[in-house]
């Protein structure tokens, strides 16, 4: 039996992961104790996509209610299943700045102590499993906001012909900068997960992700960009401009192409590699032009409500680079844009995002 074990199995990756290795004919295991009800509200529970996962897969999912943190927990599945384990995607993560701010130990334990666990049960069970950790541009801190920017109608740009022009690569420094109390836990984890392929020879990969978007996303406000705009354009609610006048920039990558990126490491490990994932320069948006997209796909003006002081170490510009993966597994490109994204989501949730009566 070939298994995949999926941390964060009903997120919007570890769903989408889920989907795309069960369909490559492995068995997954699924490893999701919802705790982003916890941290966002109800709202934003991924119970739903458990049921729709195993209502989908049947016995291609098994589902585990496991709790990262607990060791004993997590040893069990890895231990039951042992060498018929083939590759193990790590999403789960505690995913808020804000969130990370009023409860550090929690989130420290969750996406540093949380990532040692995953890594040190693929150590002893089933070393030869390539480990694909869900990591984020946030490890850069704010440097990308000493880029020097230049300020058009609708967004930030690069000045041009910096050498970051048609995004940022891994070379960007993750040292003496603000980080957030997040970002400075994904760069614990995104460590590790170096270190255990260079140390202990696992093979191993950071995807360092821009904004990863699709369908899937229980968007809520402090998660979840794209669809969250399009959710409060759909369903009639405020939405919060946070800082930069809404000008910042993000790259948005599909959760489809996000997992394509997986299936090509996974048929082809390497150790201890690090990789910025993202949208580029083919998908991208500021939140100005996001909110237009949004209001022009549901045919509802957006309420927005605009804040002046933008929130700790938030990126004023980010567009990755994905040359590196590209140089490494050629055959994988970006396939979607914005555009093309923000209108499935809207097809996907018409029936769910309704206005409140």
């Not at 934003?44 to 209502?55: C, E, G, K, M, P």
């Not at 740009?157 to 836990?185: K, N, Q, W």
Request: hydrophobic fraction near 40%.
């Amino acid at each position: 039996m070939s298994v995949a074990v999926v941390t964060g199995s009903a997120g919007l990756i570890g769903s989408q992961a889920v989907r795309h290795f069960a369909c490559l004919g492995l068995v997954v295991v699924g490893v999701d104790n919802d705790m982003r009800s916890r941290f966002f509200g109800p709202e934003a529970s991924t119970a739903w996509n458990v049921d729709r996962l195993s209502a989908e897969l049947g016995k291609a999912y098994v589902h585990h209610d496991v709790d990262i943190r607990d060791r004993d927990g997590l040893a069990s599945v890895f231990r039951h299943y042992g060498r018929d384990i083939d590759v193990v995607i790590h999403t789960a993560a505690q995913p808020s700045h804000d969130w990370a701010a009023r409860d550090p130990y929690m989130d420290f334990d969750i996406n540093a102590a949380g990532t040692l666990n995953v890594l040190q049960n693929v150590r002893e069970h089933c070393i030869d499993a390539p480990l694909i950790h869900c990591s984020t541009n946030k490890v850069y801190g704010d440097r990308p906001n000493t880029l020097p920017m230049v300020e058009q109608d609708t967004r930030w740009e690069i000045t041009p012909g910096h050498r970051y022009a048609a995004g940022i690569t891994e070379d960007m420094s993750v040292d003496a900068c603000l980080h957030s109390v997040f970002g400075a836990s994904k760069v614990a984890a995104d460590i590790m997960v170096q270190e255990y392929g260079r140390y202990f020879g696992l093979r191993t990969a950071c995807f360092r992700g821009g904004t990863l978007t699709g369908p899937g996303h229980s968007a809520t406000e402090l998660h979840g960009f794209l669809a969250y705009v399009m959710r409060c354009a759909m369903e009639r609610r405020t939405y919060k401009l946070i800082g930069y006048k809404g000008k910042q920039v993000r790259d948005a990558i599909h959760s489809r192409d996000v997992v394509a990126a997986f299936e090509a490491f996974f048929r082809s490990p390497r150790s201890g590699e690090v990789y910025n994932l993202g949208g580029g320069r083919h998908s991208n948006a500021s939140n100005l032009e996001a909110i237009a997209l949004a209001e022009k796909i549901s045919g509802n003006e957006m309420l927005v409500e605009h804040v002046d002081t933008p929130r700790t170490g938030d990126h004023i510009w980010w567009i990755s680079s994905n040359a590196r993966f590209q140089e490494h597994y050629p055959q994988w490109q970006v396939t979607y844009d914005v555009p093309l994204i923000m209108n499935e989501i809207y097809e996907a949730n018409a029936d769910r995002w309704v206005p409140a009566r």
